[in-house]
């Protein structure tokens, strides 16, 4: 079965391409909230990652009015092919009758009860069923709940109590003990250690050979611009367990969109636990720890509790969007969509001479002008606003294929990427910098 059976008119979505923008973007309406939010609001929204400064202050729009499909409409009325997809939570694309039908016919139930109700054992079942080797888990709201819960399982199975925490995974303190409010304290009880490129991974092996009688957990979210071999996470997994430390998966980003059951299955490896969130339940707010239950049982001994785990409407669509998830080519056709937008617009960059790659992996495309953060990150910004103008909008550096994107709307991308790549080199962006792009 095909995801594309979910829509009404699949020949409306097959058409679905934003109406044309001529010249530069009408942001008035996005301009005049923008003010308003900026006096009532700290930091404009509640996500750092979609501040506007995120992306191409400007030429970009900064606020969504509603979405359908892969297609989104911002409050001035301009359309686009949607690569944000929520940051990366709608796994489906907006308005999925997984998400919407099951919240209308499942509201009449209620929201929130005074004692457990059956859909958390229902839900759990679910999940565990879907991920290799977990037999229990737990429901949260967000992704740094998931790891901040993982933190604590953690030390308090191992005894001890320091953590290696590699890529972003969250901002609760000892995640973000380098930031302002963070007592400084507890920069000594967390490793944050880099993998972006083959040459970080023998200091973390190293680390934990040398550190490991303190260390507790190694929480790995794994990098996105490059996919790391399965015979260093294997070593790393051996590495953790030769020393008692526990070897955890922040699969917040890339559960449900590498395998079915996540980089566990997709790379034929198994982690003592895992952390998601994002696509658990397709845009809805819910997170989860699932993992064997020789683990998981002992968060029955610890205080970590959330009075909206139980929440019903989440929990129902996370067994609809599972279901989704089991039940179509949901996996592959993510895959085989990112793989086409992957090689086409690394041919169109190489004909045009710049420096832009489409690296990582498929379902999770990482838009890569240069190693250099500085450099990246300039280019990135002319790029994506190039792209708005274009109708299609994308994160500045990892970007995500939805169940809900076309082949028409990957091509649509390709060529509004080959047309934004032109206008660049013809404006001088990309002189003298083929010696610092690295792809």
Same mark, same amino acid.
């Given at each position: ?92 694309? %907006? ?78 303190? %000892? ?65 953790? %367990? ?198």
């Amino acid at each position: 079965m095909t995801l594309q059976h979910v829509y009404a008119d699949v020949d409306k979505l097959e058409r679905g391409l934003p109406r044309a923008t001529a010249g530069n973007l009408r942001l008035d309406r996005s301009n005049a909230l923008l003010a308003e939010a900026r006096q009532l609001i700290p930091g404009v929204t509640q996500s750092l990652m979609k501040r506007p400064e995120m992306f191409a202050l400007g030429s970009f729009p900064v606020y969504i009015e509603s979405g359908e499909g892969a297609l989104v409409r911002d409050v001035d009325g301009n359309e686009y092919i949607d690569y944000i997809c929520g940051l990366g939570a709608n796994t489906l694309g %907006h308005n999925h009758p997984a998400v919407v039908d099951t919240i209308h016919e499942r509201l009449g139930k209620g929201v929130l009860h005074s004692l457990p109700t059956e859909i958390e054992v229902t839900a759990t079942r679910a999940l565990v069923d879907l991920i290799p080797g977990a037999e229990m888990a737990r429901f949260f709201k967000t992704g740094a709940d998931a790891t901040s819960a993982a933190i604590r399982l953690a030390r308090h199975v191992t005894g001890k109590e320091k953590v290696v925490t590699i890529g972003y995974n969250g901002w609760h303190d %000892h995640f973000m003990f380098d930031t302002p409010g963070v007592p400084a304290v507890l920069r000594d009880y967390t490793y944050r250690m880099p993998l972006m490129a083959e040459a970080d991974e023998q200091p973390l092996l190293a680390l934990i050979a040398e550190k490991g009688s303190e260390i507790a957990a190694v929480l790995l979210s794994l990098p996105y611009k490059r996919r790391v071999s399965v015979e260093f996470l294997r070593a790393l997994r051996e590495a953790c %367990h030769a020393h008692g430390v526990l070897f955890v998966l922040d699969e917040v980003v890339t559960g449900f969109r590498l395998a079915l059951g996540g980089a566990q299955e997709y790379y034929g490896i198994s982690a003592d636990f895992v952390c998601l969130s994002k696509g658990i339940a397709a845009g809805m707010p819910l997170s989860a720890i699932a993992g064997p239950r020789a683990v998981m049982s002992r968060l029955a001994d610890l205080q970590v509790s959330t009075t909206f785990g139980g929440e019903m409407l989440s929990l129902e669509v996370c067994k609809a969007v599972l279901r989704e998830y089991r039940d179509t080519d949901y996996i592959p056709r993510i895959a085989a969509l990112g793989k086409r937008l992957r090689e086409g617009v690394n041919e169109k960059a190489a004909k045009v001479g710049a420096p832009l790659r489409v690296v990582g992996y498929d379902a999770i495309p990482f838009f890569l002008f240069a190693d250099d953060l500085a450099v990246h990150t300039k280019f990135m910004a002319q790029f994506v606003g190039a792209m708005a103008r274009r109708g299609v909008i994308l994160r500045r550096d990892v970007s995500f294929i939805s169940g809900a994107h076309t082949e028409v709307q990957i091509d649509f991308t390709i060529e509004a990427a080959h047309d934004a790549l032109l206008e660049m080199a013809r404006l001088g962006a990309f002189e003298g910098s083929q010696a610092s792009a690295k792809a």
